[in-house]
């Protein structure tokens, strides 16, 4: 097993090692999907998530033993990316592959814990969430500095952005981070990057405006091309439901 950690807990390494080896026998399980599973674990009094990527299928046991970098390796890198731009995400600790000595294996990334308040989906499923709108606002402001640094975080969905209150408003935390891409952006690609966000209307308007005055864009320009940006995922999100559900039906 290849282990890398972060500096600031290279004393730790032993634990952590420990952490990666006996993931399937110790945690507490935070989220169980059917791709990934995090558990959390208590390291040097401080709570911590590991996340255990899915083993690929062959093609992929190739692709990240020889030519492409793992989940968990592309996570770690692109957090610290992101704190050295002044974009929260939780503070990243290392990560681990493990492999046969051919074929690409088990990975595994481990982060601080942040303990939130709320997710972007937060505000989708709850109309009556306190301060909504000025949340909203204030994540499209989050959202428009990160574009500003050339951060093209393909991965911008209603749960990969943890919402903390502060003293003077609202943190954001970027989380699922192993597909993101760093260059200049432009103006179709910022828009395109809210497409996946909300289905709502009333809240695409809402950033949209938001984005518009900070960014000195034209306003109705800005609020018609989020929307059919939101309308066009939406509507192919619905067309590959459609698609899953019709697999099902013919494999029973």
């Given at each position: 097993m290849k282990?890398?950690?972060?500096?600031?807990?290279?004393?730790?390494?032993?634990?952590?090692?420990?952490?990666?080896?006996?993931?399937?026998?110790?945690?507490?399980?935070?989220?169980?999907?059917?791709?990934n599973q995090i558990k959390?674990?208590?390291?040097?009094?401080?709570?911590?998530?590991?996340k255990a990527f899915?083993?690929?299928?062959?093609v992929?046991?190739?692709?990240?033993?020889?030519?492409?970098?793992?989940?968990?390796?592309?996570?770690?890198?692109?957090?610290?990316?992101?704190?050295?731009?002044?974009?929260?995400?939780?503070?990243?600790?290392?990560?681990?592959i493990e492999n046969d000595g051919l074929l690409f294996g088990k990975s595994f990334y481990a982060c601080k814990l942040v303990e939130a308040d709320a997710t972007y989906r937060t505000?989708?499923?709850?109309?009556?969430?306190?301060?909504?709108?000025?949340?909203?606002?204030?994540?499209?402001?989050?959202?428009f500095e990160m574009h500003q640094k050339g951060i093209h975080f393909l991965d911008h969905s209603p749960g990969n952005t943890l919402i903390v209150k502060n003293m003077e408003g609202y943190d954001f935390y970027l989380v699922d981070l192993n597909r993101m891409e760093f260059r200049e952006l432009d103006f179709e690609t910022r828009i395109q990057n809210f497409a996946r966000l909300t289905p709502i209307k009333e809240m695409v308007a809402i950033m949209a405006e938001e984005y518009a005055r900070?960014?000195?864009?034209?306003?109705?320009?800005?609020?018609?091309?989020?929307?059919?940006?939101?309308?066009?995922f939406q509507e192919?999100?619905?067309?590959?439901?459609?698609?899953?559900?019709?697999?099902?039906?013919?494999?029973?």
């Open positions: 282990i890398v950690v972060h500096k600031s807990v290279k004393n730790s390494l032993l634990k952590l090692k420990e952490f990666f080896f006996n993931f399937e026998k110790e945690g507490s399980i935070l989220a169980d999907g059917n791709r959390v674990y208590k390291l040097e009094g401080e709570y911590i998530t590991i899915k083993v690929p299928n062959l992929n046991k190739i692709a990240y033993q020889y030519f492409r970098k793992s989940k968990a390796q592309r996570s770690y890198e692109y957090a610290c990316k992101l704190l050295e731009n002044g974009i929260l995400t939780p503070q990243p600790l290392g990560y681990a505000l989708v499923n709850d109309e009556n969430y306190p301060n909504r709108i000025e949340i909203l606002k204030a994540f499209t402001r989050f959202t900070i960014g000195g864009f034209d306003e109705n320009k800005t609020r018609n091309s989020m929307w059919k940006a939101t309308q066009d192919s999100f619905k067309k590959k439901q459609e698609l899953k559900k019709k697999l099902k039906f013919w494999k029973k």
